[in-house]
Structure formats: structure tokens, C-alpha cells
């Protein structure tokens, strides 16, 4: 279950810059459109400091944490949804992430070529939602020919269902409006479910600014800002030339010392994982033994069979029960041991919803 978060934008806006400070990886940066042609794919680590406080405690031989996938898309431009400038492929690749960080040229910078020869990140972004819109239209409209006679003729519940939500989304859409804006329930969206449609996925939009605007941002983050009011959606500050600089740093200390003379508290790549995960709904829980002290991806709402199903299959279908400690209680008591006499570990059955940062045992049979 490895998640994916891809980097979408025009051209030469700084995606791989960006993507060669999450995950480290030297993908080809350059000056010069299109650049990007693969996607390439990084693991990327989530910084979560509960996993270092409970190693801190367990003293275990390894430390595991949690990881998402970044995947470093190929800059998209007008026609894209026609198949110009190799639209079809790059789209392709948005359609199998997760979610979407939507990175603009915040900058100002007359060395750095613009496909559209000025920095306007309101008109860029529309070009992408565009774009984007114009391809889930495409595959709205299929669905809706699938379904019609079915839902005109039969008594066919679901058909009906599925054309009645198809044409609201259409009708969304046709105004220039992205699917995660149009107000449907979680029992419409299973009949768009199979779509996959690209303005559905969640997206967090990153300023990429000059240096001088790390902290304050300028006009073009207050334009940003104001035009996705209505998608509730969060907005980052980064400078990609500064990530790079700082991911060139050897040390934590010398990082730490360069962020503080930025007026940062911590570094935009680790805000942009934090807000990747948030976006997500995804949670975590730990295991934590000798052996191990490790970080597992869950979906908030999962139960403890499904929890356990993260580790292996075999988990799930066997599962027994679970024994949970509250991390709150595991940093206070100090071990297993010391919860478990004092009578903080609980034991919960199949119905148990698990909560972020619950420390997990399994009991199963295979
Ligand atoms: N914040 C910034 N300030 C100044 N220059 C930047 C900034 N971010 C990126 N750049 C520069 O912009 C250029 C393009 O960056 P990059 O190759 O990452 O773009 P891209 O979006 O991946 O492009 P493509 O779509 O062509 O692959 C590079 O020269 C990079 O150094
Ligand atoms: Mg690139």
C-alpha cells in the first residue's frame, strides 16, 4: 500500500528542484522546459518525532518509519488534455497518484525561462485545472453514455444513481470547477469512484518564491491565497533553490543553524510531507519492541483487523485481538512493562478503531 503523492505544474516552475530535496534522488533539474520526461519516483520518509521519543525509550535495533511515494511528474501545458506536448502520457501518471501537490512559480527570476514568457501563477494554475478539468470531462462523458440507456429504460437502481451523479459532476465541471469542490456525499462518490478522476484527488499548492519571501511570502502567494479560498485547501511557502541548498548541508546541526537564520522553525520539504500525510487522512500507529520500533501507514477510521492487515494479510484474517497502548501513556510509564502494571494496556477486539499514535500488539492464529 504504498501512497502516492505526484508533483504537478508547468514546465519549468521548479517540480524537480523540489522533488530532488524530498526524496534526495538527483532527478535531471535544469533550465529549460520539459526537461522531465519519465516521472521518476522517490521514497520519501514521514518525519514524525513519536517514532524517535519511543525509540528513545525501547532502544531497539532497528527504527522503521513511515513512507509515501513522491513522483516527479513531466511539466504539462495548454492542449495537454488533446495530447499536446505529450499530455496523454502525463496525465496518465497523475491518474495513478493519490494526491496532488500543484507546485507555482512564485518567482521572479529573468534567467528562468516561463512557457508563458511572464510569472502569473493565477493564470498557470487555471492552464493546469484546465487541462485537468477538460480530461475528467472526457471520462465523466463515457461514463455517462455507458449508463444512459440503462438508467432511461431498466429499473436499474445503481444506472440511475450513477447518471444522476455523472451529470452533476459534468455540469460541475463545464462551469471550471474541480470535482473535490462540487458537493457530493461519500455514497455519490462510489459511483465516481471508478473513475479516478484527477481533479477529485486531494491537492496542496506550493508557493515556490525567491528567497527573500521564505517567511513572508509576496503578491504572488496573496494571489495564490485568495483564488483557492473556496477549495479549502492548504498553501505552503517554499523555495525550492533554498531546499536545495539546505538538503546540500551534511549535518542536522548546520541545517538547523541555516533555518533559524532563514527566520524558519523547519525546512519546506518537511512541512510539505506533514501536509502530504494530512491531506491523505492517513494516521499512524507503532509497534514497539526490541527488535523493532516502527511506524505503520493506516487510513483514520481503520479498525484493528485492517490495522494489522497494514503488516501483513495473515494478521487481518487471524486477528484475535489487539493489545493498545496510548503513546501518551507508553512516554509517561516508560515501557510495556510499566503501562501494563499500571493498567494502561488495554485489549480490544475486531470493533476496535484505532487511534493516531496507538502503540499496537497483534494476537492472531494462521
Ligand atoms: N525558487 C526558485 N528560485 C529561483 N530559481 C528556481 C527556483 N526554483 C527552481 N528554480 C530554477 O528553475 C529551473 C527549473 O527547475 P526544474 O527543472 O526543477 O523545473 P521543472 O518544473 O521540473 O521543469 P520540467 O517541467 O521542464 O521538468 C532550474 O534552473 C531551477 O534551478
Ligand atoms: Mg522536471
Not at 525509540?55 to 511528474?73: M, Q, S
Not at 509576496?218 to 479549502?232: G, P, T
Request: hydrophobic share 40%; net charge negative.
Amino acid at each position: 500500500m504504498a501512497l502516492q503523492c505526484g508533483i504537478v505544474g508547468l514546465p519549468n516552475v521548479g517540480k524537480s528542484t523540489l522533488f530532488n530535496c524530498l526524496s534526495n534522488a538527483k532527478a535531471q533539474a535544469a533550465n529549460f522546459p520539459f526537461c522531465t520526461i519519465e516521472p521518476n519516483v522517490g521514497v520519501i520518509t514521514v518525519p514524525d518525532e513519536r517514532l524517535t521519543k519511543l525509540a528513545e525509550l525501547v532502544l531497539p535495533n532497528r527504527i522503521v518509519p513511515n513512507t509515501i511515494e513522491i513522483v516527479d511528474i513531466a511539466g504539462l501545458v495548454k492542449g495537454a488534455s488533446k495530447g499536446e506536448g505529450l499530455g496523454n502520457q502525463f496525465l496518465g501518471n497523475i491518474r495513478a497518484t493519490d494526491a496532488i501537490i500543484h507546485v507555482l512559480r512564485c518567482f521572479d527570476d529573468g534567467n528562468v525561462i516561463h512557457v508563458d514568457g511572464s510569472v502569473d501563477p493565477i493564470r498557470d494554475k487555471e492552464i493546469i485545472d484546465t487541462e485537468l478539468q477538460l480530461k475528467d470531462l472526457e471520462a465523466v462523458g463515457k461514463k455517462i453514455q455507458k449508463v444512459e440507456k440503462m438508467a432511461k429504460t431498466g429499473g436499474d437502481k445503481d444506472a440511475k444513481k450513477a447518471y444522476e451523479v455523472c451529470n452533476i459532476v459534468k455540469a460541475h465541471l463545464e462551469s471550471g470547477k474541480s470535482v473535490r469542490t462540487a458537493l457530493l456525499s461519500d455514497e455519490d462518490k462510489e459511483y465516481i469512484d471508478d473513475l479516478f478522476l484527477l481533479t477529485a484527488k486531494p491537492v496542496v499548492y506550493v508557493c515556490n518564491v525567491d528567497e527573500n519571501s521564505v517567511t513572508a511570502g509576496n503578491h504572488y502567494v496573496d494571489l495564490v491565497r485568495a483564488s483557492v479560498k473556496e477549495e479549502d485547501a492548504e498553501v505552503l511557502i517554499i523555495s525550492a533553490k533554498i531546499e536545495s541548498e539546505i538538503a546540500e548541508l551534511e549535518s542536522y546541526e548546520e541545517r538547523q543553524e541555516f533555518l533559524n537564520d532563514l527566520g524558519l522553525k523547519e525546512s519546506g520539504v518537511s512541512q510539505l510531507i506533514q501536509a502530504a500525510y494530512k491531506l491523505l487522512k492517513l494516521g499512524t500507529y507503532f509497534t514497539a519492541g526490541v527488535q523493532e520500533v516502527r511506524a505503520w501507514t493506516i487510513t483514520m477510521g481503520y479498525t484493528a483487523p485492517q490495522a494489522a492487515g497494514v503488516i501483513h494479510t495473515d494478521f487481518e484474517k487471524g486477528f484475535i485481538r489487539a493489545e493498545v497502548i496510548k503513546y501518551d501513556d507508553f512516554i509517561k510509564y516508560g515501557s510495556e512493562a510499566a503501562c501494563k502494571e499500571a493498567g494502561k494496556l488495554s485489549v480490544e477486539g475486531k470493533q476496535y478503531v484505532v487511534s493516531d499514535g496507538d502503540i499496537m500488539h497483534f494476537r492472531f492464529n494462521v
